[in-house]
């Protein structure tokens, strides 16, 4: 599940790097794809993005818009047995490491008060 999970990853940044998508609320935003899920079956993989420059939920409602164009490139890049239905979520990983950055940059040094 991890490989076909990391194969698909690669393959999705590609795609999206290169803007092959023709989507208009796409244009403009760069999308890091940080990890993908894959179900037990392969047949189901869950897309963590974390769009630069772009609401979130409008980048995902696009991306679940056009998921069926990048399912047929992402099994024609990869030739895996089956194309699995990709599914967009929001990777919140980077606002996390924001935010615990932001209170690590808040602490006081050691010995101050």
């Known amino acids: 599940m ?3 999970g990391e194969l698909i990853r690669r393959s999705l940044a590609d ?5 092959d998508h023709f989507e208009p609320d796409l244009n403009g935003v760069l999308i890091s794809v ?5 179900s037990s079956d392969l047949r189901i993989a869950t897309v ?3 769009p630069h420059g772009g609401d979130p939920q409008k980048v995902i409602k696009a991306l679940a ?3 069926g164009r990048l399912r047929y490139q992402v099994s024609k890049e990869t030739k895996l047995k089956y194309a699995a239905e990709l599914r967009f979520i929001h990777d919140q990983s980077y ?6 950055q932001r209170l690590i940059d808040n602490l006081p040094a050691y010995g101050e008060e």
């Open 95 to 100: 606002d996390i490491a924001d935010e615990t």
């Open 48 to 50: 963590l993005i974390f």
């Open 65 to 67: 818009g056009i998921a």
């Open 15 to 19: 795609i999206l790097a290169r803007g």
């Open 34 to 38: 940080g990890e993908v899920r894959m």
């Open 2 to 4: 991890l490989r076909v």
